[in-house]
């Protein structure tokens, strides 16, 4: 029961690998984003808010599609990555990293997002009128300030780039060793009729690795509100 097999292991990894790329994608692009949506005002905003928030109403196997008629290897912008950079994304673990990245995408954002709304402009304002440059202001107040959100957004997308299955097998399928995560696997065996002890073990942990996210999550944002108070108190 407590033995995994080799299929089972390198899901196991997979699954990791794609989430931690999942993340290393998602981090940057959106703080980024949900900066511009907190603090930008522009013709069209509403349209960029739809187009994040996007993934989390449409069915994910649309997103997959979507995903490979743009990054196939004939698609839109895969065609030219392949032809150009030999880089086929479809298909492969990076395809498969990219998914979840889409999918968790807008839960990045919207933790992110809320964080920095929640921030008192006033001390932005402050940094400016002290010579403080945009660039200073969003390294020095804005960031460290909105950083609760930023690691629950975080972890929150890690959490979701490890149950993705609908995007992850329209656009890369089901490949053993090379797209097939743990929620994928745990498909492939409960469609095995017999014993279903395989997938059993994989229920246990994709719950343990879905607790383990959320409680870091509640862990981190705790420790990094108690340092703020600590460093505001300091300031005071």
Not at 99 to 109: E, Q
Not at 142 to 167: C, D, K, N, Q, Y
Not at 191 to 215: C, E, N, V, W, Y
Request: proline letters at 5%; charged letters at 15%; glycine letters at 8%.
């Amino acid at each position: 029961m407590l033995t995994l097999t080799q299929i089972e292991i390198d899901a196991f990894y997979l699954t990791l690998k794609v989430a931690l790329f999942s993340i290393a994608i998602c981090l940057p692009i959106g703080v980024t984003v949900a900066f511009i949506l907190s603090r930008a005002s522009f013709p069209g905003k509403w349209l960029l808010d739809g187009l994040v928030h996007l993934p989390l109403v449409m069915p994910p196997v649309v997103v997959g599609y979507i995903l490979l008629i743009l990054l196939g290897k004939r698609g839109i912008i895969g065609e030219w990555l392949f032809q150009t950079f030999d880089i086929t994304i479809a298909f492969s673990w990076k395809g498969a990293a990219i998914a979840s990245a889409v999918m968790a995408f807008p839960l990045m954002v919207r933790a992110v997002r809320l964080s920095l709304d929640s921030i008192d402009k006033g001390l932005e304002a402050a940094a400016r009128t002290l010579g403080a440059n945009n660039i200073k202001v969003f390294f020095t107040i804005t960031l460290p300030l909105s950083l609760p959100g930023v690691i629950a957004g975080t972890i929150l997308a890690f959490a979701r780039s490890l149950g993705e299955f609908g995007a992850t097998i329209t656009f890369v399928s089901n490949i053993p060793g090379e797209t097939q995560t743990l929620p994928l696997a745990l498909y492939n065996f409960t469609q095995i009729p017999g014993d279903q002890t395989p997938a059993i073990r994989l229920l246990i942990i994709s719950l343990i690795l879905a607790f383990g996210a959320l409680i870091a999550s509640d862990v981190l944002a705790r420790r990094v509100n108690k340092r703020l108070g600590l460093n505001a108190g300091e300031r005071d």
